[in-house]
């Protein structure tokens, strides 16, 4: 079985501020990594994925997530935040060749100020 | 761009009373879910369904919870007596292709308080 640990339920920045949101994992065999950002009264968006090879991944609207195996890991960040990232951020695993059912963490609460 | 889309968004109910939710998929996909959210904790896995049939369910996903494909476009859940404890936000999800790899995309959910 799989768990997702994001141990900050919140987190205040002010804008252009850089920004990291913890992920940790824990899994007995091999994941694909997910981070869904759900902005006010919408559904849960893709923002990017790792499936295999480079372990640092990039979203178009400049986050970037690294999975480190040896950490269990798979930070997001981004260098300059922006007011319209304010959003709820959820990190998320898979199975590889197995289940697809994704194992989701409690979400990140990221808060943009002026 | 295509999305999923649920309704109602908000569903009151008191305890014991039957409840649907209804999720319409992306059209082309043909891998569904439904996930929930209780308030303050994970999103977490309920069930998965695919040419009909469930492939997949949860601990949670009892015999009071039913899943159902009743035409080509809607996708429901059904709660037989609902209990205080249902109450949560639920969100439907569909893929294309029903791998690990590939992306779910969700709907905005509906919230459902049991009174």
């Known amino acids: 079985a799989q768990s997702v640990t994001q141990l900050d339920s919140q987190v205040p920045v002010f804008e252009e501020a850089p920004v990291e949101l913890r992920c940790n994992y824990s899994?007995?065999?091999?994941?694909?990594l997910f981070w869904y950002v759900q902005y006010p009264n919408q559904g849960l968006q893709l923002l990017l994925k790792y499936l295999s090879g480079s372990t640092l991944v990039e979203s178009i609207n400049g986050f970037e997530a690294e999975f480190n195996k040896s950490q269990t890991s798979f930070h997001l960040r981004k260098p300059s935040v922006h007011i319209s990232d304010t959003a709820e951020y959820f990190c998320?695993?898979?199975?590889?060749?197995?289940?697809?059912?994704?194992?989701f963490g409690k979400g990140t609460k990221l808060t943009v100020n002026p | 761009e295509p999305e999923v889309t649920q309704t109602p968004s908000h569903q009151v109910t008191q305890m014991g009373q039957e409840v649907i939710l209804r999720c319409v998929p992306i059209s082309n996909h043909l891998y569904f879910y439904w996930y929930r959210q209780i308030l303050g904790q994970k999103v977490e896995f309920l069930v998965s369904f695919y040419n009909n049939e469930i492939s997949e369910k949860s601990e949670i996903f009892d015999d009071q919870f039913s899943v159902e494909r009743p035409d080509g476009s809607n996708f429901t859940l059904k709660i037989r007596s609902t209990k205080l404890e249902d109450s949560a936000m639920y969100f439907c999800a569909s893929s294309l292709e029903g791998v690990g790899a590939d992306t779910q995309y969700f709907g905005p959910g509906t919230r459902l308080t049991v009174l």
């Open positions: 998320a695993v898979s199975e590889q060749g197995g289940s697809e059912k994704l194992v």
């Open positions: 899994s007995s065999v091999s994941v694909y």
